[in-house]
């Protein structure tokens, strides 16, 4: 399993928004999905599922969530193992990061990716060899 590119659930999330507030970023977010070889993993299935339900004011519907579940049967998804939780908190623990931003950047490095799209870290930093982009700075 290998990809060009990971996207954090943000990403997931503003390609599915039906808020009107959303509606420049849920095109750039449709691009992504449409344009990059990416992946993902269980992690940011999770965490789109938990913010799509808690957050009401998205708009994504039980449809937008099963068409994201679709998604992932088409791409690259990484399961949570005990090796990539090793992995996250080596990361953790050198770059001062959350353990969830961790986790998502160990993920991506184990599948090959080279670039992390997400408006969750510093954009430009590399942790690793993979840079993180905000596409909607």
Not at 6 to 13: A, C, Q, R, V
Not at 32 to 44: H, K, R, W
């Amino acid at each position: 399993m290998t990809a060009e590119v990971f996207l954090d659930s943000n990403i997931l999330l503003y390609a599915c928004s039906a808020a009107a507030d959303d509606a420049e970023k849920r095109v750039i977010a449709e691009n992504l999905i449409l344009e990059t070889n990416f992946a993902f993993s269980t992690q940011v299935i999770q965490e789109f599922t938990a913010n799509a339900l808690r957050k009401k004011t998205l708009g994504i519907s039980e449809n937008g969530i099963d068409a994201m579940l679709e998604l992932s049967t088409q791409v690259p998804v990484l399961p949570i193992t005990r090796e990539l939780l090793v992995s996250a908190n080596t990361l953790r623990r050198q770059f001062q990061i959350s353990n969830w931003d961790a986790s998502i950047i160990a993920a991506g490095l184990e599948l090959g990716c080279h670039t992390l799209y997400s408006e969750d870290l510093n954009s430009g930093q590399v942790y690793s060899g993979i840079r993180v982009i905000n596409p909607f700075q």
